[in-house]
């Protein structure tokens, strides 16, 4: 069972810390990076949409290799706000998932120790 989460955005705005880049290679990185990658090329490029769209993201084309213009993204301060606010929701969401995990071990000890 894999869910993409809402947390999708806090990925490539994490990756985009790192400088400009491409769709292309933001899930490339996901590929990569993730250990596990719910990320495919519809939920990279819609989100990569809605972070535009949000102003956490701004994107250009960049003209450089004149045979084939690629669109880059880049992060914004807004974009880097919005990545502590998925800090902060990460880490109350490991707090949560850690209880489960403690009590579900606690329980499946009890019933199969």
């Known amino acids: 069972m894999k869910h993409t989460g809402r947390h999708t955005g806090a990925f490539l705005l994490l990756f985009l810390l790192e400088g400009d880049n491409y769709?292309?290679?933001?899930?490339?990185?996901?590929?990569?990076?993730?250990?596990?990658?719910?990320?495919?090329?519809?939920i990279l490029y819609r989100t990569l949409k809605k972070l535009e769209e949000e102003g956490a993201i701004e994107s250009y084309l960049d003209v450089s290799d004149q045979d084939k213009p690629v669109r880059m993204y880049k992060i914004t301060t807004l974009g880097k706000r919005k990545l502590e606010e998925f800090q902060i929701d990460i880490q109350e969401k490991i707090k949560n998932l850690s209880f489960f995990l403690e009590k579900y071990k606690k329980w499946n000890c009890e019933n199969n120790g």
């Open 23 to 42: 769709g292309g290679k933001l899930l490339q990185k996901c590929k990569e990076e993730l250990p596990i990658n719910p990320i495919d090329s519809a």
